[in-house]
Nanobody
Framework: QVQLVESGGGLVQAGGSLRLSCVVS????????MGWYRQAPGKQRELVAA???????NYADSVKGRFTISRDNALNTVYLQMNSLKPEDTAVYYC??????????WGQGTQVTVSS
């Protein structure tokens, strides 16, 4: 059974930093894309950042220059370094992994709350 387990969320003041981690475990075919989405109350889930198997990254405009996505393929882990956090970054953050066979997996989510 494939599991994605996020960690690193929490409460932080505006301007602070957090680092999210997501470990993929279980029997999973080769992972291509990994990424982070977020969903704030009353809003649709949105892409925050993504990284493909070649290390090419993609960011939402709202986080460019503040967030950095990275991955460790040997550990099947993806990270999201979040700096200069703003109250509008408050959301549940979800990790996702897509295999070479285009099967998509999701984590259970981790809450990030930024106080003003």
């Amino acid at each position: 059974q494939v599991q994605l387990v996020e960690s690193g969320g929490g409460l932080v003041q505006a301007g602070g930093s957090l680092r999210l981690s997501c470990v993929v475990s279980g029997s999973i075919f080769r992972i291509n894309d990994m990424g982070w989405y977020r969903q704030a109350p009353g809003k649709q889930r949105e892409l925050v950042a993504a990284i493909n198997g070649g290390g090419i990254t993609n960011y939402a405009d709202s986080v460019k220059g503040r967030f950095t996505i990275s991955r460790d393929n040997a550990l099947n882990t993806v990270y999201l370094q979040m700096n200069s956090l703003k109250p509008e970054d408050t959301a549940v953050y979800y990790c996702t992994a897509t295999t070479a066979r285009r099967v998509n997996y999701w984590g259970q989510g981790t809450q990030v709350t930024v106080s003003s």
